[in-house]
């Protein structure tokens, strides 16, 4: 594990490392990596509501995103593998990325020219396609940020990460209600062609992340040296045991798909039980309360130009101040105190819904909730990203970071899938009660990993 002197540094160097201009590749990366999942989540579900698909179903279609909490299974090809010219041309981290923006372009595209209303399932496909190519560039563009810098800038990076993240969230939130309310002659009745212009229009912003790719530069790779040493051995135990033939593809195995998950265990012992047990529900309040929020603005009454300014809008440039405040807090007093004030306002926020819920369409209510929900979540998210970036080697560092951010999406968008039928079951109200409490055996898991698991010498 890195370590870091307890003394806070100086707030002109924090600032200072915004403008590298490595964070500014991070923040167009950022863009491309968060436009795609608003796209297959919750904007989705908006259309999907608006097309007469009922709330069990979004929900179950939600499931769609579970493709970001598996990703972990083909991330060691990613950090093995080259893509065939693509790698030649612009190194093994570009290459992935570019083919993996093909994949997003390819699948919005399809999205765009299908009605969920004539034939969901076949959107759902496309929304799939969207969803795996999104994972695998996330996979790519986690291992870029970790390579790119050393473990005192990586707060610094996630929060530029965020920034662009939160900016594509605006264009996949708002910018897509937006141009549907914009070609929509007539709201009270549903027609497919405004959801066409603005999932077309999307295709067309991952251009970003395409030119961003093709303009940087590959990462220096990584000193294997420690895991080299490591991976010999597992392949004098694998020559003694299998034919010849076989020790080829068996030694590829052990190194690519293997050693990344031996190597966290080895070096954390008992303590990575604990470690994957914050990683899997430190997200789960907001997610789980995510699946549902844009089917909950439309039920409560609230227009398409009233979610689009207020939640897509105002929201996002609220999450990006909590971003900003979250890589410079994390930056200068420590990644777990800020963790633990993250866990605290995520869940605590959510109570806010519940509140919203009672009062019915309340824009001035509208306003607050959303307010304070994003600049915990921000400000959560940064640190949580910063620490999943301190626990990662950086020999295995596309591995094991898809690893910790896919353990940490699967528990919670798999019960996410369920609470559309929790909504029907429990009412507004009660469901977003239910959503703050999930979050606080998180609490206890942040002051258990701080004392056992801290990150950059940040200890309790």
């Known amino acids: 594990m890195t370590t870091r002197s307890e003394t806070p540094r100086d707030w002109q160097v924090v600032w200072r490392d915004y403008l590298q201009p490595r964070s500014l590749v991070m923040l167009c990366l950022g863009f491309s990596s968060g436009l795609p999942l608003l796209l297959v989540f919750g904007t989705l579900s908006f259309w999907l509501r608006e097309a007469g698909v009922d709330r069990s179903t979004i929900g179950f ?3 769609v995103a579970l493709a970001y909490g598996f990703k972990w299974l083909w991330s ?4 093995r593998l080259p893509v065939p010219l693509l790698s030649a041309l612009l190194g093994r981290r570009r290459g992935w990325l570019l083919l993996a923006q093909a994949g997003v372009i390819a699948g919005l595209l399809g999205m765009a020219l299908t009605d969920p209303a004539q034939d969901l399932g076949r959107l759902v496909w496309f929304a799939l396609l969207v969803a795996f190519a999104s994972a695998t560039q996330d996979i790519v563009i986690d291992a870029y940020r970790i390579e790119s810098a050393p473990p005192r800038l990586q707060a610094v990076l996630a929060s530029t990460y965020m920034i662009g993240y939160r900016l594509a969230m ?11 309310a914009w070609v929509d002659v007539d709201e009270a009745s549903y027609q497919q062609m405004p959801w066409l212009v603005a999932y077309l229009a999307m295709a067309g912003l991952m251009g970003v992340g395409v030119l961003t790719t093709l303009l940087s530069r590959e990462p220096v790779v990584p000193d294997h040296s420690g895991a080299a040493e490591y991976e010999a051995r597992g392949d004098r135990w694998l020559a003694a045991r299998l034919p010849a033939p076989l020790q080829p593809l068996a030694s ?5 798909m293997v050693s990344p998950f031996v190597d966290f265990v080895r070096r954390y012992r008992w303590v990575a039980l604990l470690i994957l047990a914050l990683i899997a529900s430190y997200r789960i309040s907001d997610i789980v309360l ?9 039920d409560m009454g609230f227009s398409k130009a009233e979610v689009a300014n207020i939640t897509k809008i105002f929201g996002v440039v609220m999450t990006l101040l909590g971003a900003v405040l979250g890589g410079v807090l994390a930056d200068r007093f420590g990644v777990m105190r800020i963790l633990f004030i993250g866990a605290l306002l995520a869940a605590a926020t959510n109570l806010l819904f519940s509140m919203l819920a009672g009062m ?10 959303v307010a304070m929900d994003n600049l915990s979540g921000g400000l959560a998210t940064a640190a949580f990203v910063a620490y999943l970036s301190g626990l990662t080697n950086v020999s295995y560092s596309a591995t094991q970071y898809a690893l910790f951010s896919s353990i940490m999406l ?15 079951r429990l009412d507004y109200p009660l469901f977003f009660t239910f959503t703050a409490l999930l979050g606080l055996p998180v609490l206890l898991l942040v002051g258990l990993a701080w004392r056992y698991a801290p990150v950059n010498g940040d200890k309790a």
Do not use: E, Q, T
């Open 290 to 298: 995510g699946v549902i929020a844009n089917v909950f603005y439309v």
């Open 410 to 424: 699967l528990l919670p968008k798999f019960i996410g899938g369920y609470s559309g039928v929790l909504v029907d």
């Open 170 to 180: 605006i264009c996949a939130g708002a910018g897509v209600l937006w141009l549907a």
């Open 252 to 256: 590829w195995l052990w190194r690519a």
């Open 360 to 369: 019915g369409h309340d824009l001035g209510m509208l306003i607050v909730v």
């Open 61 to 63: 279609v939600s499931w």
């Open 76 to 79: 060691p090809l990613v950090d």
